[in-house]
């Protein structure tokens, strides 16, 4: 399939699911994606790692079930449930691939309105998203999960900031991909987060729809400490260039500032005066090094230069007179050296920092264009919710 024509129907879609140990949730699975997609042309398609007796019941499953149903049980799996995914993709009857979860969380009676927008010709992946408007995190046990999973989400965007940038929500395991628009080739996954690998590697447009996301039915999350630090270090593996120049920048920064209060003090200023001029000083430096070896590429689309100075500037002032107190707080509350406080407090810095210009000093503005379909999709949406009242 070469790209969709606005309002082309597809000839179907391939749901793949990628299960491990999931007995209990095949039946649910099965009949829900059958009655979400009764007026389309489609398959499920399992690709099982279980130990226990999920194939079997797949298999036995499949026999009656309303669509078509294939198994491709791993004996040796690789890769986890991100090289599962791309073994559905290779394995996949149609082009049009839809991957979700097998624990019931990601709602089947979603699938229509992925594909519909789909349909709209704009977009070569939908993302199913907990965090535009309409939709929904509450399926994620507890506060720690959801600040975990936020923070997260921020940081990757904040690594990959244009290839990223229509993505409010690039790790959900829920989306819809024209696998004619990626080489599965080039895909190297590590774990849960397909999606991350998707949009980093490949050249393609997004689009989303809001999802609620729902609470496990059975079985035990597969979301672990060791998989944190898999995705970790895959988010490292595939870049830790943008992030790297910045440290680099900052640390030489740092470098110059103590320098310059040297000198200062050195000529007879007073010790506060010399911190101050030489925090302004580098502050200035600092932006004008990041604007030319750190964001060179994400300037055209940004604000305009005296924003991006004046956001810049004004952050970092507020946080370097907020660091001290903080570094002090730490020192009395926790009972730590003040210098493993400060070197926390500066670790702290500087993703907060990174932070912040990736996803607010250089955020590439929305287009005219870009406004103008976002107003007449929500205008048709609202009008086909109008006409089915």
């Known amino acids: 399939m070469e790209g969709m024509s606005a309002g082309e129907r597809i000839p179907g879609a391939t749901v793949i699911i990628p299960t491990f140990n999931e007995r209990d949730n095949i039946a649910a699975l099965i009949s829900r994606v059958s009655a ?45 449930l991100g090289g599962a995914v791309v073994e559905g993709i290779r394995s996949a009857s149609y082009d049009v691939c839809i991957v979700m979860d097998g624990d019931l969380q990601h709602p089947p009676e979603l699938l229509p309105d992925m594909i519909d927008r ?35 989400t921020l940081l990757t965007k904040a690594m990959f900031p244009i290839r990223l940038s229509g993505a409010s929500d ?47 039915l059975h079985g035990q999350s597969k979301a672990s400490f060791v998989q944190g630090m898999q995705f970790l270090k895959h988010l490292a593996r595939l870049r ?13 920064g740092a470098l110059a500032n103590l320098v310059i209060m040297w000198a200062l003090t050195h000529l007879g200023m007073e010790y506060v005066w010399a911190a101050i001029i030489a925090a302004e000083v580098t502050i200035v430096g ?14 055209g689309d940004a604000q305009a230069l005296a924003v991006r100075f004046a956001q810049s500037f004004t952050f970092n002032n507020v946080e370097a007179a907020l660091r001290i107190p903080i570094l002090a707080l730490m020192v009395e509350t926790w009972h730590i050296s003040s210098i493993l406080a400060a070197a926390i407090s500066l670790v702290a810095a500087f993703f907060v920092r990174f932070l912040f210009h990736s996803l607010v000093v250089y955020a590439p503005r929305r287009s005219v264009r870009q406004v103008r379909k976002a107003e007449e999709r929500r205008v048709r949406l609202e009008a086909e919710t109008a006409a089915a009242e």
Request: charged letters at 30%.
């Open 118 to 152: 789909y349909e709209d010709g704009d977009a070569d992946v939908v993302v199913a998203s907990r965090y535009i408007g309409g939709g929904d995190n509450g399926g994620l046990a507890g506060a720690m999960r959801v600040g975990v999973s936020r923070g997260a």
């Open 36 to 80: 979400a997609l009764s007026d389309r042309d489609g398959e499920i398609l399992f690709v099982d790692d279980s130990s226990d007796d999920t194939p079997e019941v797949i298999r036995t499953l499949a026999a009656s079930a309303p669509m078509p149903v294939r198994l491709l049980h791993r004996d040796k799996p690789e890769g986890g």
């Open 286 to 299: 600092n932006f004008i090094l990041q604007e030319r070896y750190v964001f060179n590429d994400m300037r």
């Open 170 to 216: 690039p790790m959900t395991g829920y989306f819809l991909v024209d696998r004619t628009r990626v080489d599965p080739d080039a895909l190297r996954p590590n774990g849960f987060k397909i999606l991350l690998e998707i949009l980093v590697r490949s050249d393609v447009r997004i689009a989303e729809v809001p999802m609620e996301f729902g609470e496990r």
């Open 240 to 252: 830790f260039g943008k992030m790297s120049l910045f440290a680099i920048i900052g640390a030489v």
